[in-house]
Nanobody, 123 residues
Framework: QVQLVESGGGLVQAGGSLKLSCNAS????????VGWFRQAPGKEREFVAA????????NYADSVKGRFTISRDNAESTVYLQMTSLKPEDTAIYYC????????????????WGRGTQVTVSS
């Protein structure tokens, strides 16, 4: 079992930045692809970004390319999501999740989930 805990959310003005963290306990995170998803009120949970177990490959949703950067520190069992140039439409609860699959964007392929952290971007 892998337990995931997100942190770093908050309220920020449009154009600002936030850095989210996803810390793992239990089994090592080193074996897993880790993804970030988000869910806005009344909307489906959507893929944001993912990173392979060794950090050698990443994948991003088109809506965040060039603005968000995913990275990981396996020694700390932590995955980060650096978010810049934030927009009001980025407002959502952000979840991290782990999977054995290769950089999948399909949320059903992720076996382990955190409880999420709220990000609110004001205009």
């Amino acid at each position: 079992q892998v337990q995931l805990v997100e942190s770093g959310g908050g309220l920020v003005q449009a154009g600002g930045s936030l850095k989210l963290s996803c810390n793992a306990s239990g089994r090592t995170l080193n074996m897993y692809t880790v993804g970030w998803f988000r869910q806005a009120p009344g909307k489906e949970r959507e893929f944001v970004a993912a990173i392979r177990f060794n950090g050698g490959a990443t994948n991003y949703a088109d809506s965040v390319k060039g603005r968000f950067t995913i990275s990981r520190d396996n020694a700390e069992s932590t995955v980060y999501l650096q978010m810049t140039s934030l927009k009001p439409e980025d407002t959502a609860i952000y979840y991290c999740a782990a999977t054995s699959a290769w950089l999948t964007v399909v949320r059903e392929r992720y076996s382990y989930w955190g409880r999420g952290t709220q990000v609110t971007v004001s205009s």
